[in-house]
């Protein structure tokens, strides 16, 4: 019973602060008028352009890419060692299955990158 307190406890905690600090409201009308507020501020008829959604998600697709691919070279190396200075058969199979992670988490990064340059040229040629 005891651990199972230890676990609850925290996520009580948080989700008593979540809401305690939410904004509260006397009246219907002030949802409705911050409502209206809300949806006239974005009703405007700036519209955002394609160079500028380029410029703002290029270079963070292309750190997060960066990030991802230092991480991957990082595990990889980390697994090889293991690989070869462990000795048992159980410690090996645990690396295979890790290995197998690793390699679906490498597609997952590439083949992002992949779609989104496809789609960009296909996008930008038509």
């Known amino acids: 019973m005891k651990k199972y307190i230890c676990k609850i406890a925290p996520l ?3 989700m008593l602060v979540l809401v305690l600090s939410m904004p509260t409201y ?3 009308s002030d949802w409705i008028t911050q409502g209206k507020a809300f949806i006239t501020q974005g009703s405007g008829t700036e519209v955002i352009s394609t160079a ?4 703002a998600v290029v ?4 750190l997060l890419v960066a990030i991802g691919t230092v991480v991957l070279v990082i595990a990889i190396v980390v697994i090889g060692i293991k690989y070869m200075t462990c000795g048992s058969p159980d410690e090996k199979a645990k690396l295979k299955v890790q290995l197998i992670g690793l390699v679906a988490a490498t597609i997952v990064i590439f083949g ?5 340059a496809t789609l960009y040229n296909v996008m930008s040629s038509t």
């Open 112 to 116: 992002a990158r992949v779609i989104w």
């Open 26 to 28: 006397s009246k219907a």
């Open 52 to 55: 500028e959604v380029e410029k």
């Open 59 to 62: 270079p963070i697709a292309t």
């Open 12 to 14: 009580i905690t948080i």
